[in-house]
């Protein structure tokens, strides 16, 4: 059973690994496959790796649903469609998922493809959505778009994971119309989590650690602050926020227990049916409603299909053994949901099952009680320590102890607590109240501890090991935790050691790496020497959650083994340029900024940026070229760089515009030249004059900006002039993050953007 679970996950894992979605045709030639196995017995694993091939194929087809065509993408579109899912606050607006049932107009065109489902955010003032609701809304539609940059969150593969073909935000909101209500039994389960969330923030009236309660009640995360979630990554607790395995088992412990007690003390109910069956009905039907609570998330549905299998062996009397329990839980995951092998939580999920299996067969049989409770969180702790380095490029080294303490305290206080609140809301509120203010206090008990323990200096263990490293590290893991009996197991050590080795600089003295993120309408760029960093603006700040500094600077960073910049650079104040400046300054050692603007970037060292300050770095030549003493902080003030060496050299211009192009022109002379230029102001019409290009005579040109944004950029009359010259233009927005090493030698090296490069099939 294992390694037929294991041959139909590597036919998933290919099918998600494609650049580009076969055909469906393709599934009938994989299915014909497995017909010559009664002639080639050895065909029987590569069949059924092709039938899980063809299995993620014909769900990505007819289940996933079609993206949004191309043509399509940046057109308004008035669509009638249902709320299906718990709208989440923004901070000027509200987001929710809304299932397309079709075109207002009535209009059909079989060559259209509209996507089944789009996520909707509806900016400034917008009515109660309510799950289940059927509107008329006009939208502006876009192709599932997200930034690509090395080391950096997939958006597009979580809305792809999520079922959205598109995004959208809300056009004429006072033409939009409802419509009535859809009552089909989905929908009304989320018009119930709705109601719940509701009832708990008026019972809770902005208590600090609501928004955590919620997510332990009903899947929703969107209350946790920022600070609070930094708190759970630190200690490594951030798991307890998802209704998944742990807190399923729980009610199906729970379900189990209360059922076999009720049942035994029944004995016509006992002899029509054996108690132990009975409890596994209360298991079931306990750990089912939790996860009705959840919406039935992807996270909720792997931890429900794992129970139950172990549910299924229980009510058949069959000791079935532990690993071919898992093979089959993980065939009955795939079966659902093909696209859960995109999920981290899936890997954990079964890394922590499987790690605690081996284990317990081993070194952890014989101990018992709170030994045995110990030894399990450290194996837990321990060995998805190297598995979440390499997915989220931390792990923290408090865990095993942070969840000693919270796993009980949140599984047999918080927990119990919050969905005893949730029982008695509808019938008496005011108790429900109270249990929800008593999870609430023992929260408010923990939270402290937590916070210690993630202030801690070495909590947090910060890293990016490069993929094939988790191997050895897997193998030197089961080295470790192998029974006592086998010898030299402390080899393990040694194979752990490639995953903690830093890793040896990439370029020789004299060579330099220029990469220009993808951070939409807006600039972030890294320039790395061979022992020495500089980022040069950091992106903007789109929300109090979200900029492109934590989102794409520090994971590409860290992606790159730098763990300092040297150098911290932003041309200007503006918010495109410096949004991501105060989370670099959080997450990396800096060891000095220069801005336009030094008192809005606390720091120790840091200062204002001049016209004619030079420094050198392994061979590398930096100028700073404007401005002049005096000028103030906007566009035509910016920081402009100039970087050469043996290899080539780039201008850095910021967000100068003609004023202080016709300054650098006349200031620089021939010392303005360069191989390549990042065009000034994104390419606007008010930049990247003749004038400029004429004296800089780049040979490659490249710009940032937003995919489709509305400002146009580049403008028209900026391309004409570079196609006069000649020179060639590539965009992060359509390429992903660009790269560009310059080498004593050979010159300047353009490699192909990270979408291309790191291309899967659900990427635009």
């Known amino acids: 059973m294992q390694s037929q679970a294991l041959a139909f996950l590597l036919g998933v894992l290919v099918l998600h690994s494609l650049p580009h979605l076969p ?4 599934v009938v030639v994989c299915l014909a496959v497995p017909l010559f196995y009664r002639f080639m017995p050895l065909a029987r694993w590569p069949a059924i790796a092709l039938l899980g091939f063809s299995w993620a194929l014909l769900h990505t087809h007819l289940v996933a649903g079609p993206w949004l065509p191309a043509g399509l993408s940046g057109q308004d579109m008035t669509l ?8 989440e606050a923004l901070d000027r607006g509200v987001r929710f998922g809304f299932r397309v049932e079709g075109r207002a107009d009535g209009m059909y065109d079989p060559d259209e493809r509209l996507p089944r489902r789009v996520r909707v955010a509806w900016y400034g003032q917008s009515p109660d959505m309510v799950p289940g609701e059927r509107w008329q809304l006009t939208l502006r539609l876009r192709r599932p778009t997200g930034f690509r940059n090395p080391g950096g969150f997939d958006y597009e593969g979580w809305l792809f994971r999520q079922g959205y073909g598109a995004t959208a935000y809300v056009r004429e909101p006072d033409s939009a119309l409802r419509l009535g209500m859809d009552d089909r039994p989905i929908h009304r389960l989320h018009r119930l989590r709705a109601d719940l969330v509701e009832r708990m923030g008026q019972g809770l009236d902005g208590r600090p650690y609501a928004g955590i309660l919620r997510a332990l009640a009903v899947g929703d995360r969107s209350g946790i602050a920022p600070e609070q979630w930094t708190t759970l990554i630190d200690t490594g607790t951030n798991h307890l926020m998802a209704i998944s395995g742990l807190h399923v088992g729980l009610m199906a412990g729970m379900g189990y227990g209360l059922m076999l007690w009720g049942w035994r003390r029944v004995p016509a109910l006992a002899l029509r049916l054996p108690a132990q069956r009975a409890a ?7 750990a089912a409603g939790y996860a009705a609570l959840a919406g039935f998330a992807v996270p909720t549905q792997r931890a429900l299909a794992m129970l139950v299998v172990a549910l299924g062996a229980l009510w058949l009397g069959r000791v079935a053994r532990p690993g071919r329990t898992l093979a089959l839980a993980l065939l009955v995951v795939l079966g659902l949901d093909p696209r859960a092998v995109l999920d981290a939580g899936f890997w954990l999920s079964f890394a922590a099952v499987g790690v605690i299996l081996y284990a317990m067969t081993g070194r952890l049989q014989r101990p018992g009680g709170i ?3 110990l030894r399990i969180q450290w194996v837990a702790g321990v060995g998805l320590l190297p598995l979440t380095l390499v997915m989220f490029q931390h792990g923290s080294l408090v865990s095993p102890l942070a969840n000693l303490v919270a796993v ?3 599984s047999v206080v918080v927990v119990p607590l919050t969905l005893g609140g949730v029982l008695l809301a509808p019938l008496i509120p005011w108790a429900a109240q109270w249990c929800w203010l008593a999870a609430h206090l023992a929260v408010s008990l923990l939270w402290p501890l937590l916070e210690h323990m993630g202030s801690w200096p070495w909590s947090l263990w910060r890293a990016a090991p490069p993929f094939w490293t988790l191997w050895p590290a897997l193998l030197g893991l089961a080295l470790i935790l192998a029974p006592r009996a086998l010898p030299a197991r402390w080899l393990g050590v040694l194979l752990l050691l490639p995953m903690l080795w830093p890793a040896r600089p990439s370029l020789q003295p004299g060579e330099f790496r220029l990469t ?8 972030a760029t890294v320039v790395q020497t061979r022992d020495h960093t500089l980022v040069y603006d950091t992106g903007p700040r789109f929300s109090p959650r979200f900029d492109a500094g934590s989102a794409a600077v520090v994971p590409y960073l860290r992606h790159e083994g ?6 911290l650079v932003v041309s200007h104040g503006d918010n495109d340029h410096i949004g991501g400046a105060p989370a670099i300054l959080d997450s990396l050692r800096v060891g000095e900024v220069l801005s336009r603007s030094p008192e809005r970037l606390p720091h120790a060292l840091s200062r204002e940026c001049l016209r004619g300050e030079t420094w050198q770095w392994d061979g590398v030549t930096f100028r700073m070229l404007h401005p002049p003493p005096g000028w103030g902080d906007d566009n035509e003030s910016s920081c402009v760089l100039h970087v050469s060496g043996p290899g080539g050299s780039v201008l850095l211009p910021g967000d100068v515009e003609r004023l202080g192009e016709a300054v650098l022109v006349r200031g620089e002379g021939e010392g303005l030249s360069a191989d390549v230029l990042l065009l000034p102001h994104h390419g606007s019409r008010t930049s990247s004059s003749e004038a400029l290009l004429d004296r800089v005579s780049p040979r490659l040109a490249l710009v940032s900006t937003g995919f489709e944004n509305r400002l146009g950029h580049p403008h028209e009359e900026t391309l004409e002039r570079l196609r006069v010259r000649g020179i060639p233009l590539l965009d992060p927005a359509h390429e992903g993050a660009l790269r560009v090493d310059f080498v004593p030698g050979e010159g300047v090296i353009v490699q192909s953007g990270h979408r291309h490069a790191a291309r899967r099939h659900w990427h635009r």
């Open 516 to 523: 220009v993120l993808d951070v939409g309408q807006g600039l």
């Open 408 to 410: 009980p305290w949140v």
């Open 371 to 373: 030994r045995a409770v």
């Open 280 to 286: 596994v009905i209360g298991a079931l039907i306990c």
């Open 80 to 87: 009638i469609g249902v709320v299906d899912s718990l709208p």
């Open 562 to 567: 730098r763990g300092r910049v040297d150098r």
């Open 23 to 26: 055909t469906l045709a393709w």
